[in-house]
């Protein structure tokens, strides 16, 4: 379980010392909650986009990580990349810096940032962390005006992610 800030650290660590060559890494999900926004959250993963390294390259290192930390074997993935093209283009601006090594260097996303991937989700289990983004103070205007971008442009179905929005700004006690 990467249950705390500094568990992930040592994860990140023993990930340095195995990797074959160096690489980025830009951390979402409940991970990035942990280490750049203070969140009393646990998570089983690290949930990351890799530059320039595949999963695949480093997956012997993860595996043995998995083992060595009693972790699950998927706790380093790359599955939130399929949902990235919801970031805006200028995400990169508010990545928040959380590790650097001698072969990797880790951000994770900016809090508006994961607050948008959190609105497109919609999932129940992500009204904890939405609520706590919201009280971090990512910008309920930007994630909107994003979200409206993303509908003009097709890429959201429909205005579930604005409603989920909506919906967290009122347990909020926030009026837009």
């Known amino acids: 379980m990467l249950n705390s800030k500094r568990s992930i650290l040592t994860a990140l660590k023993k ?5 074959p ?11 990035a909650m942990i280490c ?8 089983v993963d690290i949930d990351a986009v890799l530059k320039p390294v595949s999963i695949n390259e480093i997956k ?15 706790w380093l993935n790359t ?34 940032d994961l607050l948008i991937l959190k609105c497109c989700a919609h ?7 939405a609520r706590i ?4 103070k990512a910008n309920p205007v930007f994630v909107r005006n994003h979200l409206e971008k993303l509908m003009k442009k097709k890429l959201l179905q429909n205005n579930k992610a604005i409603e989920f929005l909506n919906d967290i700004l009122d347990l909020e006690g926030i009026e837009d």
């Open 15 to 19: 990930l340095d010392q195995l990797a």
């Open 21 to 31: 060559r160096p690489f980025e890494m830009i951390v979402g999900g409940g991970a």
């Open 36 to 43: 750049a926004y203070e969140s009393p959250l646990s998570t």
């Open 60 to 74: 012997p290192a993860v595996q043995k990580i998995a083992k060595d930390l009693n972790l699950p074997v998927d």
């Open 79 to 112: 599955w939130y990349s399929s949902f990235t093209h919801n970031l805006p283009q200028d995400f990169r601006d508010r990545l928040h810096f959380i590790f650097k090594g001698k072969k990797i260097k880790a951000y994770a996303l900016g809090a508006e």
């Open 123 to 129: 999932r129940t289990k992500d009204i904890g962390h």
């Open 133 to 136: 983004l919201i009280r971090k």
